[in-house]
């Protein structure tokens, strides 16, 4: 007879049940960026569903358009924006919040103030929204040492201060990936419960790679380095095979990609985006963290 276990994973590690593991190891933590990653579970989630649903909706002709009211959808980079927004502040332990969607950091109201400043890009990969391809939320936390009199300069930190980052990737399955700072760990949302499932325990990227991620259509902007590299990718000169491309166009799957298979992704500076497209405090800095 089949064991319930064989078929079913019985003892499920939470993606909440992991971050309390973790606090367990600092025991002077009260608990904040648990709290706060949870709020931040909860937008993903929305997220999620909201993605899924987008797809739904405008092939039954819901959504996209100007309804009878003069009312303009909202799309959906806006409203994830939105829900984190909400999400993080009414968690109630964030004082910055640093998000692609808004031109300014949004100072959180000081009776709803905690230590945590956290920069995001809520909807990532936006040009892949309406043909439902993989797009993502990353996000990078930092502590801020006084909340009460926080300055927009002491959110520009360097990035190797960061104390957490993370992103979820809404693909054919829904997978976050974590680091607190103590490994990397992935987690899969399972619908049938609404909870992130950990799936992916400690990933390490292996040491080398079949594949290199750029957009080849930039290579008449880029410099010889650069160039020369990719060629080199194609034409190696080492006796070795050539490397595959892969080029999704969402860095959140790029990168995700790049994590479990191993090879490398680039987005290059060159001369229409001379200091590289990719944004330093939301994109660059919350995935290198991931990375090392
Ligand atoms: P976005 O924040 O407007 O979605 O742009 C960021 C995205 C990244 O996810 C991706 O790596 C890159 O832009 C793709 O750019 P391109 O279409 O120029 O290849
Ligand atoms: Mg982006």
């Not at 709290?35 to 987008?54: D, E, P, T």
């Not at 996000?139 to 930190?157: A, H, P, R």
């Not at 190696?236 to 298979?261: E, F, N, Q």
């Amino acid at each position: 007879m089949d064991h319930a276990a064989d078929t079913f994973r019985t003892d499920l590690m939470t993606i909440t049940r992991h971050v309390l593991n973790e606090q367990s190891r600092h025991p002077e933590s009260r608990g904040d960026l648990t709290i706060l990653l949870s709020h931040i579970v909860l937008g993903c989630k929305f997220v999620a569903s909201a993605v899924n649903k987008a797809g739904l909706a405008k092939l039954t002709g819901l959504a996209g358009e100007t309804n009878v009211q003069g009312e303009e959808q909202k799309k959906l980079d806006v409203l994830s924006n939105e829900v984190f927004v909400n999400a993080l502040v009414s968690s109630g332990r964030t004082c910055v919040l640093v998000s692609e969607e808004d031109e300014k950091a949004t100072f959180v109201d000081p009776k709803l103030r905690g230590k945590y400043c956290v920069c995001f890009d809520p909807l990532d990969g936006s040009s892949n929204i309406d043909c439902g391809v993989s797009i993502g939320t990353i996000f990078g936390i930092y502590m801020i040492k006084n909340q009460d009199t926080v300055t927009l300069e002491e959110v520009l930190q360097p990035g190797k201060d960061m104390i957490a980052a993370g992103y979820c990737m809404y693909g054919s399955s829904c997978t976050l990936v974590l680091s607190t700072g103590n490994g990397v760990n992935g987690f899969t949302l399972d619908p049938s419960l609404g909870e992130f499932i950990m799936t992916h325990p400690d990933i390490k990227i292996p040491p080398k790679g079949k594949i290199y991620s750029v957009n080849e259509g930039n290579a008449k902007n880029w410099d010889t380095p650069t160039a020369k590299y990719v060629e080199k990718c194609k034409y190696p000169t080492d006796g070795s095979s050539p490397k595959s491309l892969r080029y999704i166009g969402s860095m959140v799957a790029d990168v995700h990609r790049t994590l479990l298979y191993g090879g490398i992704f680039l987005y290059p500076a060159d001369k229409k985006s001379p200091s590289g497209k990719l944004r330093v405090m939301y994109e660059v800095f919350p995935m290198s963290f991931l990375m090392e």
